[in-house]
């Protein structure tokens, strides 16, 4: 519309611009003059379009904007979920496939050992859950074996009590980290009880289990002990035996016999120290006899002269059972030696057994020559159960 009007105009201004010329020339031609016109509508047009094309593409930049940064914003957002996500479903699913790839071979050898109680649970196939793992905590790694060191022999006689399983364990727990151990354990009882042979089984040690319970003779009444007969005689005496019974004297392998009872705390050290045992090895025990410790009496030589307790003093040995270790080899040479039963006073068992096999001199000071604390004679705090009542109060299927 208006290149029309600006044509129709120019075309009436050029006709009377003609008319008043007096030159009527036909070469002449009154449209020259026009196209100098058309140029410049031409003009007009193109730059008019031009800046309707710019508006249009700066418009469509202002709404392309927020697009790609609300885009950049998702991305930011929606990649580190998908990164976690992904990492967390690998870590989750690849031990799950793994157990069940090694389910016929691994977890098999591991049950011929006793040492792996592991149980699962198939969830049905359209869970999103491929596998759920039910596992009993059972430590699997046994103690260090060297063919070099003797092999220490530790006789634990115990009995059934509520506190037997923790004592027990803590026994346990320290064992473990010694290596060349072999954990005889006898129970005084009719039969091997459910609890000791599966917490034996259970701890991955080397380990044998026997039983032998002390006849009713030897007791009063209830659980009131004859002061006559100490605890743990035969169980330790039946521990003796096996060992003359396993081992004869031309067995090369050397060991080390230890009596620890489950309500003795041990230092690691302590087993190093005996393991160099030629006869007879002795040291302090802490908190018995009234005193904070007993101990050896050791010269300037390094022998032992006599002992440093309160309570009868003037024993053959005056010592407490987690203060000596035997050497293997001397308890099959006399096959005579044990723990006597009948005609023996209170505190002297050890000395029953021991002046059957060494005398005084023979003795061997450990721990820097009876001057270190290694072993304690603890004992667990009977525990008050006053609330159980008659009947009881807790489940007496678990064990505690």
């Known amino acids: 519309m208006l290149k029309e009007r600006i044509m129709t105009e120019w075309k009436s201004a050029n006709s009377m611009w003609w008319e008043s010329q007096t030159i009527h020339s036909p070469d002449l031609r009154p449209f020259t003059l026009m196209e100098p016109c058309h140029n410049l509508v031409d003009n007009l047009q193109r730059d008019k379009n031009n800046k309707i094309t710019e508006v249009i593409r700066n418009v469509g930049l202002a709404l392309e904007m927020p697009k790609r940064r609300d885009i950049l ?7 580190p979920w998908t990164l976690l996500i992904t990492v967390w479903h690998q870590n989750t699913i690849s031990p799950l496939l793994t157990l069940r790839k090694d389910d016929g071979s691994e977890v098999g050898s591991r049950r011929d050992f006793g040492q792996s109680t592991d149980s699962k649970e198939y969830c049905p196939p359209d869970k999103d859950i491929v596998e759920v ?19 220490i022999h530790v006789i634990t006689p115990t009995y ?98 230890y009596f620890a009872d489950d309500d003795n705390t041990y230092s690691l050290e302590l087993f190093e120290e005996m393991r160099t045992t030629r006869k007879v090895s002795v040291w302090p025990v802490a908190f018995v006899g009234g005193l904070r410790y007993e101990s050896p009496k050791v010269n300037a030589a390094g022998k032992v002269y006599g002992w440093k307790t309160v309570f009868d003093p003037h024993r053959p040995f005056a010592i407490d059972m987690a203060g000596f270790a035997i050497n293997l080899r001397l308890i099959l040479q006399r096959p005579q030696a044990y723990f006597k039963l009948r005609g023996v006073k209170g505190g002297y068992q050890e000395s029953s057994l021991l002046r059957e096999l060494v005398t005084l001199n023979d003795l061997e000071p450990k721990a820097a020559n009876c001057t270190k604390i290694l ?26």
Not at 375 to 400: C, M, Q, S, Y
């Open 133 to 151: 793992i039910r596992t009993e905590y059972v430590y699997t790694r046994p103690p260090p074996w060297s063919d070099i060191l003797p092999t």
């Open 375 to 400: 072993a304690w004679h603890t004992r667990t705090e009977k525990p008050v159960l006053v609330n159980e009542g008659k009947k009881g109060f807790t489940d007496p299927n678990v064990e505690i």
């Open 73 to 79: 914003a998702i991305v930011l957002i929606v990649l």
């Open 160 to 257: 059934s009590r509520p506190v037997q399983k923790a004592e027990l364990t803590r026994v346990a727990n320290t064992l473990l980290h010694v290596p060349n151990l072999h954990w005889i354990v006898v129970e005084d009882a009719q039969r091997r009880t459910t609890l000791v042979t599966r917490l034996l089984k259970e701890m991955g040690l080397n380990y044998t289990h026997l039983n032998v319970e002390t006849p009713r003779s030897y007791k009063l009444r209830g659980d009131i002990r004859d002061p006559r007969f100490p605890r743990g005689t035969m169980q330790r005496n039946l521990a003796l035996r096996w060992l003359r019974e396993m081992f004869n004297m031309n067995n090369t392998q050397q060991g080390i016999v």
